[in-house]
């Protein structure tokens, strides 16, 4: 399965973005789906999971409340809504797709990545 990672920008602190993770190839299954940010080269943290059919998430500490994880497995594809948006948010955003998981918070266990959206916020 391949992933475009899109939506990301400039945005000032307190607005909004709206990401989105667009899957295509094998998509006659759902994936359990995460997104993660990277800054400056360091590890890529996990901020939202969602599972397979949408009825689970999962938040990181550091965007709860602010972010939203949703999915329209019609159009195979996962969004992240951000809001209240601050400038340590800067960061590249990926979305990635575990095969076996119903659900997961583990890097280990996704297989299959986007490649990247960048977003900037502004203070």
């Known amino acids: 399965v391949q992933l475009q990672a899109s939506g990301g920008g400039l945005a000032q602190a307190g607005g909004s973005l709206r990401l989105s993770c667009a899957a295509s190839?094998?998509?006659?299954?759902?994936?359990?789906t995460g997104w993660f940010r990277q800054v400056n080269g360091k590890g890529r943290e996990l901020l939202a999971a969602?599972?397979?059919?949408?009825?689970?998430?999962n938040y990181a500490d550091s965007v709860k409340g602010r972010f939203t994880v949703s999915r329209d497995n019609a159009k195979h594809t996962v969004h992240l809504q951000m809001n209240s948006l601050k400038p340590e948010d800067t960061a590249i955003y990926y979305c990635?797709?575990?095969?076996?998981?119903?659900?997961?918070?583990?890097?280990?266990?996704?297989?299959?990545w986007g490649q990247g959206t960048l977003v900037t916020v502004s203070s």
């Open positions: 190839g094998r998509t006659e299954r759902n994936y359990a």
């Open positions: 990635a797709a575990s095969y076996r998981a119903l659900i997961t918070t583990r890097y280990s266990e996704y297989d299959y």
């Open positions: 969602i599972s397979r059919e949408g009825t689970r998430t």
